[in-house]
């Protein structure tokens, strides 16, 4: 064998490692976002908005709050928002299940993504709230409670 065949094949042979790795976190991948992942359940209490003087709000403004409250703690608990609609204008990254939900006088954004902590897989979990300039004021706010949880094993 000559040296030009020894390269080509040792190129062949990286080439084909290099496919069955990716091939292998693309499998990996797609069977974890195909599982359910752990969510806080609404009974273990949900406050993102604990301790307001919600007496001094006006009807509107509590309105809204409330419904960002209860949309949050249904996203936090694995279920869709109530009141919050799909954003019809929203991609989710690839190989993820974030979706954008607009309310009104807030968004709120279901984060559930797959990564890797230290070669583990794990999964980033959670509700991001931001209420608009008009609500919250100078400007928007965002209140968040994604967390990382454990990925079973796939079997």
Same mark, same amino acid.
């Given at each position: ?5 020894? =390269?080509?094949r040792?190129? !062949?042979l990286?080439?084909?490692?290099i496919v ?7 499998v ?23 301790? +307001?003087a ?10 809204? +709050?409330s419904?960002?409250? =209860?949309? #949050?703690?249904a ?11 799909? =954003? %019809?204008? #929203?991609?989710?990254? %690839? ?8 309310? &009104? ?8 993504n797959?990564? #890797?902590?230290?070669?583990?897989? !794990?999964?980033?979990v959670?509700?991001v709230?931001r209420?608009?300039?008009g609500?919250a =004021? %100078? ?7 994604? &967390? +990382? ?7």
């Amino acid at each position: 064998m000559t040296h030009a065949d020894a =390269s080509r094949r040792d190129r !062949v042979l990286v080439s084909t490692a290099i496919v069955k790795v990716a091939t292998g976190l693309i499998v990996l991948g797609l069977a974890a976002c195909s599982r359910e992942m752990p969510y806080q359940s609404i009974e273990q209490g949900c406050e993102p908005f604990r301790d +307001l003087a919600w007496e001094d709000m006006s009807p509107d403004d509590r309105e809204t +709050l409330s419904n960002a409250a =209860s949309d #949050f703690c249904a996203i936090l608990a694995g279920a869709p928002p109530p009141h919050a609609r799909r =954003s %019809p204008d #929203f991609t989710p990254p %690839p190989n993820s299940g974030t979706q954008l939900y607009l309310g &009104r006088g807030y968004r709120i954004t279901a984060v559930r993504n797959y990564r #890797f902590v230290g070669g583990t897989p !794990v999964g980033v979990v959670g509700p991001v709230l931001r209420l608009d300039a008009g609500i919250a =004021s %100078p400007e928007p706010i965002e209140v968040s409670q994604v &967390r +990382l949880v454990g990925v079973p094993p796939t079997r």
